[in-house]
Structures are given as structure tokens and as C-alpha cells.
Nanobody
Framework: QVQLVESGGDLVQPGGSLRLSCAAS????????MGWYRQAPGKERELVAV???????NYAASVKGRFTISRDNAKNTVYLQMNSLKPEDTAVYYC?????????WGQGTQVTVSS
């Protein structure tokens, strides 16, 4: 069993930046991949970014060039650096991890982009 705890969500103005963190309750070395998803009101949950244990990354087209996912195995933490935020980035952001056939989710953190 793995518990994932997200933090870093906040209200930010358009063009601003935030860094989300996802702390795992155990070593993340074998969690592969780990990623961030988001769900806006009235919409389905969608993939934002994923990172493999080898450090390979993949991004949704809507965030490519603005968001960066990274992982620190020593701290059991995955990050999502979000720059040039837009109102359409407003959503609850969820951390996700997979270990074999098992899949784990965090409780989510709210990101609101508004002036």
C-alpha cells in the first residue's frame, strides 16, 4: 500500500507559477510511472504529465513547455513545476503512482488561476 499526499495548490494570477509536491509513504524507486492528473469542474480527469523511474517524461499538449515534472527518489517526492499559468489550468490536481498491477491516487490539491 502507498499513500500519496499532494501539497502546493493555491490561488494564483494568470502568468504566475506554482510548484506542486507529491510525497509518498514509501520509497518511490520502483513506482513506475508516477504522474499528475487534473480534473476541472464538469470535466473528466485528464493526464497532465508522467515520469518513469528512468526519468523519461511525457506531457499533455496543453501544458508542454510550461510545466515540468520531476522526481526525487531520495525524498520519495514527485514535483510539478507550473509556469505561465492560465485560467484553463484551474482544476484539482491529483498525484498518481503505479506499482505492477496496483495504482494509487492522492487526495488532490486545488489550483485556481484567476485575477
Amino acid at each position: 500500500q502507498v499513500q500519496l499526499v499532494e501539497s502546493g495548490g493555491d490561488l494564483v494570477q494568470p502568468g504566475g507559477s506554482l510548484r506542486l509536491s507529491c510525497a509518498a509513504s514509501r520509497t518511490i524507486f520502483r513506482l513506475n510511472p508516477m504522474g499528475w492528473y487534473r480534473q476541472a469542474p464538469g470535466k473528466e480527469r485528464e493526464l497532465v504529465a508522467v515520469i518513469t523511474s528512468g526519468g523519461n517524461t511525457n506531457y499533455a499538449a496543453s501544458v508542454k513547455g510550461r510545466f515540468t515534472i520531476s522526481r526525487d527518489n531520495a525524498k520519495n517526492t514527485v514535483y510539478l513545476q507550473m509556469n505561465s499559468l492560465k485560467p484553463e489550468d484551474t482544476a484539482v490536481y491529483y498525484c498518481n503512482a503505479r506499482f505492477g498491477i496496483h495504482e494509487y491516487w492522492g487526495q488532490g490539491t486545488q489550483v485556481t488561476v484567476s485575477s
